[in-house]
């Protein structure tokens, strides 16, 4: 269809564009009915230019758009050519002084915590770099899209409000200016005039509902039967729904479909069909049915084409008017006008009233045009912002229910604006006072929770789903509420108090349905059935926590507020609790001659609840009372005798007792939820608004009542009264065996409600509180924090409260408290506490949790012994109450109190008889102890004439009162410091009784003469002190050193493996010391050492003996016995790669002889060092298999190795293994028996072979031709003469066991397999190849990793490395063995014709693309294959030499002709050398052979350097290949690092130190084969310049550059968009570290199909970029990504820091961050070593929720 269209459609275009748009803007100037012609000429053009067919065409569309229509409209706006006009108009302008700049999604935006009003104020990068603000302490983050630049705007910033940019204009703006007056009239009337026929034309359109028919005055005359099927967007169903069903309903394909749903779920809607009426309703009808049987169907319509046109152009134009304002602030002012003027229909009729209204009827697409528009024009004028938010307060309510019923997110909300106005502290003031937005929004938010209990409390039981996610979405409410609060007045208006009051008594309504929500019965008998649904009312209170301190905040900043507040807020609280006591019966308890009368009431009986937030908003106020003047001064103003103390403290006590009672075990029954309920209680993002305030109110009741009258009921409530009012009652229960629940739940109930007293009299760290500042709180936290332990910065940031700025006030006192100790490699910064702030630890400080403070106890005892002090912890110097609160330290002098105390003292001085726990008693020490203080302070503090009315020395010397007769506390004391039992509490004891002494010296002194303590009996003391403190320190060596011991023998408990992981973790750490083996060598006395050759220094035999790890036997390694192998693991690399977009595409028809120098792939070998028997590795192997099936039966679950593939872990290190090399003794020794004297030169060695070769090629022939006649083919045999001693017959004995053979192919097959990806087998000719290949690559490998570290060749490498290396070179030259005799022949044949021609290979590579290493090791290890042969006395070591000569003369040659590229150097002044000459004269025959296309002859001085840094790699794998060869050790001066070892090299290697001599030695060859190589067709086209040639040194690979500061890495990556969906942005862009490449990962638009299956974009990149292993940074998240195969993955921690030494994987904190070089080092050189999978092993081993993860969707 489309196609038939296209003539006649290019046809329409021409005669479009003969338009001309000045004489249409012409036509307009003159109309007198403007609206009409303009309709006319839209209702024309528009369907002509949009919707012409099934798919959009956005750049011809565009261009007639423009030419057509906005061209126009530009015209008639200028009254002139719109390219003057325009600049005109944006010269007279004077810009704004605000940048606005809308934020993509993924941008990163700043905020400045010194100086931003609230967190909401961002900068974009731009502004942030040019602000003052870089240099403060900022925060970064990624924008989720929408929301502008705050640069420019005064009033979200505290200072620096304009960055460079933006400030230039300031200083003229000194008052509004209307922006108008730089607009000549004509050019305002004509602009209004478009504008108010486009704007109303616009919002017309796209809100237009019709499907079928446009507005009357667009309708067209003829109109075709076209149609759009409209697919829109929801979040109900998935991707895969959507892209099923449209494939079923359109007949598409897979692809098309996904890019469908893609634009579905980008824009929010998507033709899916084009046609006529009848086809496009087929469509939607079978979409419909399809997707209606679970949920709502997909929303569809059937549109005709030209609604779809005039929508098309609707958006289009809305960008226009949005880019035309950007050209002048007077256009914009122009636009708000026609935007906010009120409509024909009266209220709500503006044009923006209606799209707002309209906003979630709107398709995704259209939502955010619109919303940039207003963003640009409304946010960005400081008259119409104002008029705009008044619009935005009057529609809030109807905005926010229909953002509720939507199911978009937010951020395609309109709604989603009101952190933009309500952020604005004028704004939100003036939408307070004029629109009662507080009440608007509470109102609003009541509106939506409409489940209520009998008491009108909100009700969350039996939440439906759908009633859950409205839940959520209404919680933004409370979001908006905060943002409104979020700067508080500097200044009170009569009006602004009647508002917020008005506010508050909607706030309190809503409290009020949260007190007492959520009601639990304690469960007797049996457990509960379902846990009850707790989390909503949690959320609810959590959600409001900042909003409730945010209220405090406000009513703080007013007197006449604050005391309003109060009396409403008690109000509201007596109607909550109104006749508490009704139907109760009252009752009296007494205690020590003191009664009260309080009701029965039991928390273990009846309903209670943990939601009390009318209580403690007025626990709150409360405080602010008591931190205000008014409470002292105009005392009559408050409504304090209104207080029932009793009733206040009631419910906030029962709360307490509750989680007592949990703790005591007592509400086992009641489930989890409970649990969970009691922990966000106490934890921190509650505990300000719960648990905190509860303290406060019971703190404020027993201020205000008689302590005796408290403990009474506190006795009470906690199911105590008994015990303590019946004399004796203890001992009886202690005999009552049969209860020993009832005994222990008791004593926790005990030691829980000492634990409340201690906390009511010790906690006055709060303002109001106690005489203290908000600094004093906070350093106090964070002191007892760092008392459990040293933290870094982010856990210590989670452990306080954050208030509504994300700020904790840490920073603020940190220093004061703590050191910075700055982080390692690995691991974080910590703060640690300064040793002085110990002093003020409280053990029993109320925000401990029990595991922390059990903790806490311990390291600060330790401390304590460290620095040899007695151990006790007695409770700090507190600071004074506040006035209102100051009588509440009279509890510790109580009687009831002192009777507690007594009761439990008795109980411990006959400990035999009670039940009684030492926490009990360290609890009674404790407040014994803190009433010392107290007493103490008081004495310090009182003025002569007053008298200390706190006396607690007096009252606890007293005995007790008949008829117990019991001792006095002090005499119990006394005792028990002596008693055996106690011997943990003895130092406190002491310490009491010390105070104790003080005190009372001090008051009888102070009669007198306030004298300084006496000395007298310190004196005595510290003699006797001493002696005791010599006994402690010897205690403690003894102590120390059983620790030690202790420690050691747990260390040797621990499990082997655990303790090899880390040996083996430690992988490559080349500088390991005591575990280097070089050693482990023969000493061979020091004469030259050579390592091959007929020269080769000779090496004694040696014995090996080595011990399985399995069946722990040890066994020599001998050629003919039983196998013993090397766990290994076999993988591809492209580490060395010099060409990442070469990889083998059939790996089936891939011929690996020849490894190309760009090393493009690799085949690696590693292993963890770890030795079995090969029949113990097998059974182990099986057992694993076996294991592994069964496992996958029962449930389909990962494991972190692929059996299936061979894979396994080393039983040992569980390092990962996918097959086994075998050990082997120096394979050499074994055929290399004879050693003949006279052996042939080079010349001559290259005609034997030669011969040898043609003789096999010749016999090779008549065996493939078997069809001539068997008698003419021996004839051939006979007729071809042999040369002398060559039998080709023959064929060698193996020597190696049967097991070892078995091995030798086990491992020679892995490799195979992996190497190329294929399926096994041991009979392919490749196998050998690929043996020799991934010996010659590992090898490479390593000595790269020298290299770059400057590490020396022979240094000590760690065993595992040398074990690997050894085992894997020997098995590579034993592998011939195994293999066919004629393969390995055809192989080294092949081979060597690539340097010594022949006429049987005609198409070998040229030099230029062969790596030298790799063919050395081929050659060297496929020669015995022919040597075994030759019966004429040449020996293996001739061969072996003459063969690295000839190799080594050829990668020389192959660096003279690729290292002429660079410049003449400068001529060396010495006179040339002899290597200089001798290699000047080896390039001209270089020079002349290759037809003088080679660069004219550089210096001798520059050739030689050149070839001496070019060939040094390739010595150095030649050095270390014939050592593990040959078995001949190092020299020593190879073992060290330092110069370059070029002639210890040479002269082990057997090589003259000037090279160039080899080629002098054999010129009558030399110049053969030189040409031979010159000639190569190849060599031409490069020295033409027609291609590349890889050059030398080779240098190592990289990963890439990192920039510094993160940011602009995400900039970056903000910027990049998915290269698939048109310019779309991507969700998580990700950096291959390897290549540089940004990919647009975990998505689907990028999936790709990958061998059958879809992988995501990482996956896919990993098998061309690295061969399958990646390393990848996620931008977004800042995390590392390692990716191995399919089906392996784990993150690592990412070499970005922050200024506390710590990462922020997932961006959560937003601190700047910074490359952190030593890291990204390590990450490196994991990936060099091919360390990559491993890590991924371990990381998923040690975390198994990494196993389940689909990594290759990744
Ligand atoms: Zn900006
Ligand atoms: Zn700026
Ligand atoms: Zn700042
Ligand atoms: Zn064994
Ligand atoms: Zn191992
Ligand atoms: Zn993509
Ligand atoms: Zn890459």
């Given at each position: 269809?489309?196609?038939?269209?296209?003539?006649?459609?290019?046809?329409?275009?021409?005669?479009?564009?003969?338009?001309?748009?000045?004489?249409?803007?012409?036509?307009?100037?003159?109309?007198?009915?403007?609206?009409?012609?303009?309709?006319?000429?839209?209702?024309?053009?528009?369907?002509?230019?949009?919707?012409?067919?099934?798919?959009?065409?956005?750049?011809?569309?565009?261009?007639?758009?423009?030419?057509?229509?906005?061209?126009?409209?530009?015209?008639?706006?200028?009254?002139?050519?719109?390219?003057?006009?325009?600049?005109?108009?944006?010269?007279?302008?004077?810009?704004?002084?605000?940048?606005?700049?809308?934020?993509?999604?993924?941008?990163?935006?700043?905020?400045?915590?010194?100086?931003?009003?609230?967190?909401?104020?961002?900068?974009?990068?731009?502004?942030?770099?040019?602000?003052?603000?870089?240099?403060?302490?900022?925060?970064?983050?990624?924008?989720?899209?929408?929301?502008?630049?705050?640069?420019?705007?005064?009033?979200?910033?505290?200072?620096?409000?304009?960055?460079?940019?933006?400030?230039?204009?300031?200083?003229?703006?000194?008052?509004?200016?209307?922006?108008?007056?730089?607009?000549?009239?004509?050019?305002?009337?004509?602009?209004?005039?478009?504008?108010?026929?486009?704007?109303?034309?616009?919002?017309?359109?796209?809100?237009?509902?019709?499907?079928?028919?446009?507005?009357?005055?667009?309708?067209?005359?003829?109109?075709?039967?076209?149609?759009?099927?409209?697919?829109?967007?929801?979040?109900?169903?998935?991707?895969?729904?959507?892209?099923?069903?449209?494939?079923?309903?359109?007949?598409?394909?897979?692809?098309?479909?996904?890019?469908?749903?893609?634009?579905?779920?980008?824009?929010?809607?998507?033709?899916?069909?084009?046609?006529?009426?009848?086809?496009?309703?087929?469509?939607?009808?079978?979409?419909?049915?399809?997707?209606?049987?679970?949920?709502?169907?997909?929303?569809?319509?059937?549109?005709?084409?030209?609604?779809?046109?005039?929508?098309?152009?609707?958006?289009?134009?809305?960008?226009?008017?949005?880019?035309?304002?950007?050209?002048?602030?007077?256009?914009?002012?122009?636009?708000?006008?026609?935007?906010?003027?009120?409509?024909?229909?009266?209220?709500?009729?503006?044009?923006?009233?209606?799209?707002?209204?309209?906003?979630?009827?709107?398709?995704?697409?259209?939502?955010?045009?619109?919303?940039?528009?207003?963003?640009?024009?409304?946010?960005?004028?400081?008259?119409?912002?104002?008029?705009?938010?008044?619009?935005?307060?009057?529609?809030?309510?109807?905005?926010?229910?229909?953002?509720?019923?939507?199911?978009?997110?937010?951020?395609?909300?309109?709604?989603?604006?009101?952190?933009?106005?309500?952020?604005?502290?004028?704004?939100?003031?003036?939408?307070?006072?004029?629109?009662?937005?507080?009440?608007?929004?509470?109102?609003?938010?009541?509106?939506h929770l409409r489940h209520r209990d009998a008491q009108?409390r909100f009700q969350f039981e039996r939440y439906t789903a759908l009633q859950a996610f409205k839940f959520r979405?209404v919680?933004?409410?409370?979001?908006?509420?905060?943002?409104?609060?979020?700067?508080?007045?500097?200044?009170?208006?009569?009006?602004?108090?009647?508002?917020?009051?008005?506010?508050?008594?909607?706030?309190?309504?809503?409290?009020?349905?949260?007190?007492?929500m959520d009601p639990i019965?304690?469960?007797?008998?049996?457990?509960i059935e379902m846990e009850p649904e707790w989390e909503a009312a949690f959320t609810l209170?959590?959600?409001?926590?900042?909003?409730?301190?945010?209220?405090?905040?406000?009513?703080?900043?007013?007197?006449?507020?604050?005391?309003?507040?109060?009396?409403?807020?008690?109000?509201?609280?007596?109607?909550?609790?109104?006749?508490?006591?009704?139907?109760?019966?009252?009752?009296?308890?007494?205690?020590?001659?003191?009664?009260?009368?309080?009701?029965?009431?039991?928390?273990?009986?009846?309903?209670?609840?943990?939601?009390?937030?009318?209580?403690?908003?007025?626990?709150?106020?409360?405080?602010?009372?008591?931190?205000?003047?008014?409470?002292?001064?105009?005392?009559?103003?408050?409504?304090?005798?209104?207080?029932?103390?009793?009733?206040?403290?009631?419910?906030?006590?029962?709360?307490?007792?509750?989680?007592?009672?949990?703790?005591?075990?007592?509400?086992?029954?009641?489930g989890?939820s409970?649990?969970?309920?009691?922990?966000?209680?106490?934890?921190?993002?509650?505990?300000?608004?719960?648990?905190?305030?509860?303290?406060?109110?019971?703190?404020?009741?027993?201020?205000?009542?008689?302590?005796?009258?408290?403990?009474?009921?506190?006795?009470?409530?906690?199911?105590?009264?008994?015990?303590?009012?019946?004399?004796?009652?203890?001992?009886?229960?202690?005999?009552?065996?049969?209860?020993?629940?009832?005994?222990?739940?008791?004593?926790?109930?005990?030691?829980?409600?000492?634990?409340?007293?201690?906390?009511?009299?010790?906690?006055?760290?709060?303002?109001?509180?106690?005489?203290?500042?908000?600094?004093?709180?906070?350093?106090?936290?964070?002191?007892?924090?760092?008392?459990?332990?040293?933290?870094?910065?982010?856990?210590?940031?989670?452990?306080?409260?954050?208030?509504?700025?994300?700020?904790?006030?840490?920073?603020?006192?940190?220093?004061?408290?703590?050191?910075?100790?700055?982080?390692?490699?690995?691991?974080?910064?910590?703060?640690?506490?300064?040793?002085?702030?110990?002093?003020?630890?409280?053990?029993?400080?109320?925000?401990?949790?029990?595991?922390?403070?059990?903790?806490?106890?311990?390291?600060?005892?330790?401390?304590?012994?460290?620095?040899?002090?007695?151990?006790?912890?007695?409770?700090?110097?507190?600071?004074?109450?506040?006035?209102?609160?100051?009588?509440?330290?009279?509890?510790?002098?109580?009687?009831?109190?002192?009777?507690?105390?007594?009761?439990?003292?008795?109980?411990?001085?006959?400990?035999?008889?009670?039940?009684?726990?030492?926490?009990?008693?360290?609890?009674?020490?404790?407040?014994?102890?803190?009433?010392?203080?107290?007493?103490?302070?008081?004495?310090?503090?009182?003025?002569?004439?007053?008298?200390?009315?706190?006396?607690?020395?007096?009252?606890?010397?007293?005995?007790?009162?008949?008829?117990?007769?019991?001792?006095?506390?002090?005499?119990?004391?006394?005792?028990?410091?002596?008693?055996?039992?106690?011997?943990?509490?003895?130092?406190?004891?002491?310490?009491?009784?010390?105070?104790?002494?003080?005190?009372?010296?001090?008051?009888?002194?102070?009669?007198?003469?306030?004298?300084?303590?006496?000395?007298?009996?310190?004196?005595?003391?510290?003699?006797?002190?001493?002696?005791?403190?010599?006994?402690?320190?010897?205690?403690?060596?003894?102590?120390?050193?059983?620790?030690?011991?202790?420690?050691?023998?747990?260390?040797?408990?621990?499990?082997?493996?655990?303790?090899?992981?880390?040996?083996?973790?430690?992988?490559?750490?080349?500088?390991?010391?005591?575990?280097?083996?070089?050693?482990?060598?023969?000493?061979?006395?020091?004469?030259?050492?050579?390592?091959?050759?007929?020269?080769?220094?000779?090496?004694?035999?040696?014995?090996?003996?080595?011990?399985?790890?399995?069946?722990?036997?040890?066994?020599?390694?001998?050629?003919?016995?039983?196998?013993?192998?090397?766990?290994?693991?076999?993988?591809?690399?492209?580490?060395?790669?010099?060409?990442?977009?070469?990889?083998?595409?059939?790996?089936?028809?891939?011929?690996?002889?020849?490894?190309?120098?760009?090393?493009?792939?690799?085949?690696?070998?590693?292993?963890?060092?770890?030795?079995?028997?090969?029949?113990?590795?097998?059974?182990?192997?099986?057992?694993?298999?076996?294991?592994?099936?069964?496992?996958?039966?029962?449930?389909?679950?990962?494991?972190?190795?692929?059996?299936?593939?061979?894979?396994?872990?080393?039983?040992?290190?569980?390092?990962?293994?996918?097959?086994?090399?075998?050990?082997?003794?120096?394979?050499?020794?074994?055929?290399?028996?004879?050693?003949?004297?006279?052996?042939?030169?080079?010349?001559?060695?290259?005609?034997?072979?030669?011969?040898?070769?043609?003789?096999?090629?010749?016999?090779?022939?008549?065996?493939?031709?078997?069809?001539?006649?068997?008698?003419?083919?021996?004839?051939?045999?006979?007729?071809?003469?042999?040369?002398?001693?060559?039998?080709?017959?023959?064929?060698?004995?193996?020597?190696?066991?049967?097991?070892?053979?078995?091995?030798?192919?086990?491992?020679?097959?892995?490799?195979?397999?992996?190497?190329?990806?294929?399926?096994?087998?041991?009979?392919?000719?490749?196998?050998?190849?690929?043996?020799?290949?991934?010996?010659?690559?590992?090898?490479?490998?390593?000595?790269?990793?020298?290299?770059?570290?400057?590490?020396?060749?022979?240094?000590?490498?760690?065993?595992?490395?040398?074990?690997?290396?050894?085992?894997?070179?020997?098995?590579?030259?034993?592998?011939?063995?195994?293999?066919?005799?004629?393969?390995?022949?055809?192989?080294?044949?092949?081979?060597?014709?690539?340097?010594?021609?022949?006429?049987?290979?005609?198409?070998?590579?040229?030099?230029?693309?062969?790596?030298?290493?790799?063919?050395?090791?081929?050659?060297?290890?496929?020669?015995?294959?022919?040597?075994?042969?030759?019966?004429?006395?040449?020996?293996?070591?001739?061969?072996?030499?003459?063969?690295?000569?000839?190799?080594?003369?050829?990668?020389?040659?192959?660096?003279?002709?690729?290292?002429?590229?660079?410049?003449?150097?400068?001529?060396?002044?010495?006179?040339?050398?002899?290597?200089?000459?001798?290699?000047?004269?080896?390039?001209?025959?270089?020079?002349?052979?290759?037809?003088?296309?080679?660069?004219?002859?550089?210096?001798?001085?520059?050739?030689?350097?050149?070839?001496?840094?070019?060939?040094?790699?390739?010595?150095?794998?030649?050095?270390?290949?014939?050592?593990?060869?040959?078995?001949?050790?190092?020299?020593?001066?190879?073992?060290?690092?330092?110069?370059?070892?070029?002639?210890?090299?040479?002269?082990?290697?057997?090589?003259?130190?000037?090279?160039?001599?080899?080629?002098?030695?054999?010129?009558?060859?030399?110049?053969?084969?030189?040409?031979?190589?010159?000639?190569?067709?190849?060599?031409?086209?490069?020295?033409?310049?027609?291609?590349?040639?890889?050059?030398?040194?080779?240098?190592?690979?990289?990963?890439?550059?990192?920039?510094?500061?993160?940011?602009?890495?995400?900039?970056?990556?903000?910027?990049?968009?998915?290269?698939?969906?048109?310019?779309?942005?991507?969700?998580?862009?990700?950096?291959?570290?390897?290549?540089?490449?940004?990919?647009?990962?975990?998505?689907?638009?990028?999936?790709?199909?990958?061998?059958?299956?879809?992988?995501?974009?990482?996956?896919?990149?990993?098998?061309?970029?690295?061969?399958?292993?990646?390393?990848?940074?996620?931008?977004?998240?800042?995390?590392?990504?390692?990716?191995?195969?399919?089906?392996?993955?784990?993150?690592?921690?990412?070499?970005?820091?922050?200024?506390?030494?710590?990462?922020?994987?997932?961006?959560?904190?937003?601190?700047?961050?910074?490359?952190?070089?030593?890291?990204?080092?390590?990450?490196?050189?994991?990936?060099?070593?091919?360390?990559?999978?491993?890590?991924?092993?371990?990381?998923?081993?040690?975390?198994?929720?990494?196993?389940?993860?689909?990594?290759?969707?990744?």
């Amino acid at each position: 269809m489309a196609s038939e269209l296209e003539p006649e459609v290019q046809a329409i275009d021409r005669s479009l564009l003969e338009c001309s748009a000045e004489e249409t803007a012409g036509k307009w100037l003159q109309a007198t009915d403007l609206t009409r012609e303009v309709y006319q000429h839209l209702a024309h053009y528009v369907p002509k230019i949009y919707c012409r067919g099934p798919n959009p065409f956005p750049q011809k569309e565009d261009m007639l758009a423009q030419h057509l229509l906005l061209g126009p409209m530009e015209w008639y706006l200028c009254g002139e050519d719109p390219a003057f006009g325009f600049p005109k108009l944006e010269q007279a302008n004077k810009p704004s002084h605000l940048c606005g700049r809308v934020f993509k999604v993924g941008e990163p935006t700043y905020s400045c915590r010194d100086c931003a009003v609230d967190p909401t104020c961002v900068l974009c990068m731009e502004c942030f770099l040019g602000s003052i603000h870089r240099d403060h302490r900022y925060r970064m983050t990624t924008s989720g899209g929408g929301g502008f630049c705050d640069c420019g705007d005064t009033e979200a910033w505290k200072e620096g409000p304009y960055c460079q940019k933006h400030e230039l204009n300031t200083p003229e703006i000194e008052e509004e200016e209307d922006p108008l007056v730089h607009l000549s009239e004509d050019v305002i009337a004509r602009t209004y005039n478009i504008f108010a026929i486009m704007f109303r034309y616009a919002v017309e359109i796209l809100t237009w509902e019709k499907e079928s028919e446009l507005p009357a005055d667009l309708e067209m005359v003829e109109k075709n039967d076209t149609y759009y099927c409209m697919l829109f967007n929801d979040e109900v169903h998935t991707y895969e729904q959507v892209i099923y069903t449209l494939q079923k309903a359109v007949n598409c394909t897979q692809k098309e479909a996904i890019g469908f749903a893609t634009t579905v779920d980008r824009d929010g809607r998507r033709s899916v069909r084009y046609g006529d009426f009848q086809h496009c309703e087929q469509a939607k009808s079978v979409i419909v049915r399809n997707t209606s049987r679970q949920t709502k169907p997909l929303k569809v319509q059937v549109m005709h084409s030209s609604i779809v046109a005039h929508q098309n152009f609707g958006l289009k134009l809305l960008s226009w008017l949005g880019s035309i304002i950007g050209y002048s602030d007077g256009l914009r002012r122009i636009l708000c006008q026609v935007g906010l003027q009120e409509g024909p229909d009266g209220e709500n009729s503006s044009l923006v009233d209606r799209l707002m209204l309209n906003d979630s009827k709107l398709w995704k697409g259209a939502r955010s045009v619109y919303h940039q528009l207003f963003m640009s024009s409304l946010l960005m004028d400081l008259k119409y912002k104002k008029l705009f938010a008044v619009r935005f307060a009057k529609n809030y309510e109807r905005l926010q229910s229909d953002y509720v019923t939507d199911d978009h997110d937010r951020e395609f909300s309109i709604a989603d604006l009101s952190v933009q106005i309500f952020t604005v502290p004028s704004l939100a003031r003036m939408l307070i006072t004029q629109e009662n937005l507080m009440t608007i929004i509470i109102k609003a938010f009541m509106g939506h929770l409409r489940h209520r209990d009998a008491q009108g409390r909100f009700q969350f039981e039996r939440y439906t789903a759908l009633q859950a996610f409205k839940f959520r979405r209404v919680q933004s409410l409370i979001l908006d509420l905060k943002y409104v609060l979020i700067s508080k007045p500097t200044e009170w208006t009569d009006d602004l108090r009647q508002k917020f009051l008005e506010g508050f008594d909607a706030f309190l309504e809503l409290l009020k349905c949260m007190q007492g929500m959520d009601p639990i019965t304690r469960q007797v008998g049996q457990h509960i059935e379902m846990e009850p649904e707790w989390e909503a009312a949690f959320t609810l209170q959590m959600k409001l926590t900042h909003v409730i301190s945010m209220m405090q905040d406000w009513c703080a900043l007013d007197e006449k507020v604050l005391i309003e507040a109060y009396k409403k807020c008690l109000a509201v609280l007596m109607q909550c609790h109104g006749g508490f006591t009704d139907g109760e019966q009252p009752i009296t308890l007494s205690i020590c001659g003191h009664s009260v009368e309080t009701i029965r009431y039991c928390v273990s009986q009846e309903k209670v609840s943990i939601h009390l937030p009318v209580s403690r908003l007025l626990a709150g106020l409360h405080v602010l009372l008591s931190k205000s003047e008014v409470a002292y001064k105009f005392p009559e103003l408050l409504p304090l005798s209104e207080l029932s103390p009793p009733m206040l403290i009631e419910h906030p006590l029962r709360c307490l007792v509750l989680c007592a009672q949990v703790h005591a075990g007592m509400w086992r029954r009641n489930g989890f939820s409970l649990v969970n309920q009691i922990y966000y209680y106490h934890n921190v993002k509650c505990r300000r608004e719960m648990f905190d305030k509860d303290i406060v109110m019971l703190q404020t009741g027993v201020s205000m009542m008689d302590p005796n009258h408290f403990l009474m009921i506190m006795l009470s409530r906690f199911e105590l009264y008994q015990i303590f009012s019946t004399p004796d009652y203890g001992k009886r229960f202690s005999s009552e065996i049969t209860h020993k629940d009832v005994v222990q739940q008791n004593n926790t109930l005990i030691e829980e409600m000492l634990y409340l007293i201690i906390m009511l009299v010790g906690e006055r760290f709060s303002p109001g509180v106690g005489q203290v500042n908000a600094t004093d709180e906070i350093k106090r936290e964070i002191i007892h924090q760092l008392s459990i332990k040293p933290m870094a910065h982010s856990e210590l940031v989670k452990s306080l409260p954050e208030d509504e700025n994300k700020e904790t006030g840490m920073e603020s006192v940190i220093e004061a408290v703590a050191h910075f100790k700055k982080p390692g490699l690995t691991g974080r910064g910590m703060y640690e506490l300064k040793p002085e702030c110990a002093k003020e630890f409280n053990l029993y400080f109320y925000h401990f949790s029990r595991a922390e403070q059990s903790k806490a106890e311990e390291a600060q005892r330790k401390l304590k012994r460290q620095n040899r002090e007695d151990t006790a912890l007695p409770p700090p110097v507190l600071p004074p109450f506040c006035p209102l609160f100051a009588s509440l330290v009279n509890i510790l002098q109580s009687d009831v109190m002192l009777c507690i105390m007594r009761t439990i003292l008795q109980w411990a001085v006959e400990h035999n008889g009670y039940a009684w726990s030492e926490s009990m008693l360290q609890r009674v020490l404790h407040l014994i102890g803190m009433a010392l203080q107290e007493e103490k302070q008081h004495l310090d503090s009182v003025t002569e004439e007053h008298v200390v009315t706190f006396t607690f020395t007096q009252k606890i010397s007293k005995p007790g009162e008949a008829p117990n007769n019991s001792p006095s506390i002090l005499a119990m004391l006394e005792t028990l410091q002596n008693a055996p039992y106690l011997d943990v509490h003895k130092d406190m004891i002491r310490w009491i009784l010390k105070t104790f002494n003080a005190i009372k010296k001090r008051r009888e002194s102070s009669s007198t003469s306030p004298v300084a303590e006496t000395e007298g009996p310190i004196m005595e003391e510290s003699s006797r002190d001493k002696d005791k403190a010599e006994r402690k320190r010897k205690a403690e060596i003894a102590r120390l050193r059983r620790e030690k011991i202790m420690a050691q023998m747990s260390e040797m408990q621990r499990h082997f493996i655990d303790e090899n992981k880390e040996l083996f973790q430690q992988t490559l750490e080349l500088d390991a010391s005591a575990s280097a083996v070089l050693d482990n060598s023969p000493v061979v006395s020091d004469m030259t050492l050579t390592a091959l050759g007929p020269a080769q220094t000779q090496v004694p035999e040696q014995r090996q003996f080595v011990t399985c790890i399995l069946c722990q036997e040890e066994q020599e390694v001998k050629v003919e016995s039983k196998a013993m192998v090397l766990a290994a693991f076999v993988q591809r690399s492209t580490v060395l790669s010099k060409n990442r977009s070469k990889f083998i595409h059939d790996p089936e028809k891939y011929d690996p002889l020849f490894m190309h120098p760009d090393l493009s792939c690799g085949t690696h070998t590693g292993s963890c060092g770890h030795i079995m028997h090969a029949h113990c590795w097998q059974r182990y192997f099986d057992s694993v298999q076996a294991k592994e099936q069964r496992r996958q039966q029962r449930l389909r679950l990962h494991t972190s190795y692929d059996v299936e593939n061979g894979e396994f872990l080393c039983p040992l290190c569980e390092c990962l293994s996918n097959t086994v090399i075998p050990l082997l003794l120096p394979p050499r020794n074994i055929f290399n028996g004879l050693n003949i004297s006279d052996q042939p030169k080079l010349t001559q060695w290259i005609r034997t072979i030669s011969q040898q070769i043609k003789a096999l090629q010749v016999l090779r022939k008549e065996e493939s031709t078997p069809n001539t006649a068997s008698s003419k083919n021996s004839e051939n045999i006979d007729e071809l003469q042999l040369p002398e001693g060559f039998r080709p017959d023959f064929h060698p004995k193996n020597p190696y066991s049967e097991s070892i053979k078995e091995m030798l192919t086990t491992f020679g097959t892995a490799t195979f397999k992996v190497g190329l990806k294929v399926h096994p087998n041991e009979e392919d000719p490749r196998v050998p190849i690929m043996c020799w290949g991934s010996c010659a690559y590992t090898i490479q490998s390593i000595e790269r990793i020298l290299s770059d570290e400057d590490k020396p060749l022979f240094g000590p490498l760690p065993c595992r490395l040398d074990d690997c290396l050894r085992s894997l070179t020997r098995f590579a030259a034993a592998h011939w063995t195994v293999a066919s005799l004629s393969v390995v022949q055809t192989h080294f044949c092949k081979l060597f014709a690539s340097l010594v021609p022949d006429d049987c290979h005609g198409d070998l590579p040229c030099i230029l693309d062969i790596d030298m290493f790799h063919l050395l090791v081929g050659l060297v290890l496929a020669f015995p294959a022919l040597q075994c042969q030759d019966f004429s006395g040449i020996s293996l070591g001739t061969g072996d030499l003459h063969i690295f000569h000839l190799v080594t003369m050829a990668h020389i040659v192959q660096i003279l002709l690729t290292s002429c590229t660079e410049e003449n150097g400068m001529e060396q002044e010495n006179p040339a050398g002899e290597e200089e000459s001798a290699v000047l004269a080896l390039y001209k025959t270089l020079h002349q052979c290759t037809g003088s296309a080679l660069k004219e002859t550089p210096s001798g001085w520059h050739l030689w350097r050149n070839v001496k840094n070019g060939i040094m790699p390739f010595l150095k794998c030649s050095a270390l290949f014939f050592h593990y060869l040959n078995g001949v050790p190092s020299p020593p001066e190879i073992q060290v690092s330092g110069t370059s070892h070029f002639e210890h090299l040479c002269n082990y290697l057997s090589l003259p130190n000037n090279l160039i001599c080899l080629f002098q030695e054999n010129s009558e060859i030399t110049k053969l084969l030189i040409e031979s190589w010159c000639h190569h067709i190849e060599v031409k086209r490069y020295l033409e310049g027609e291609r590349d040639a890889i050059s030398y040194p080779r240098e190592s690979n990289k990963l890439i550059d990192l920039p510094e500061d993160y940011s602009s890495l995400i900039n970056q990556a903000s910027n990049f968009s998915c290269p698939k969906s048109g310019g779309d942005k991507s969700r998580a862009p990700t950096l291959c570290l390897v290549c540089g490449t940004l990919l647009c990962s975990q998505s689907y638009c990028c999936q790709t199909e990958l061998e059958g299956e879809d992988v995501g974009a990482c996956t896919a990149h990993t098998y061309s970029c690295g061969s399958g292993v990646g390393i990848f940074l996620r931008v977004r998240e800042c995390q590392v990504l390692f990716l191995a195969g399919k089906t392996k993955g784990c993150f690592y921690s990412p070499p970005y820091l922050d200024d506390y030494g710590e990462t922020d994987q997932g961006l959560r904190r937003g601190n700047p961050l910074h490359l952190c070089k030593e890291r990204f080092k390590k990450i490196q050189k994991l990936w060099h070593q091919h360390s990559i999978t491993e890590e991924i092993g371990h990381a998923q081993e040690a975390n198994q929720t990494l196993v389940g993860i689909d990594w290759q969707h990744l």
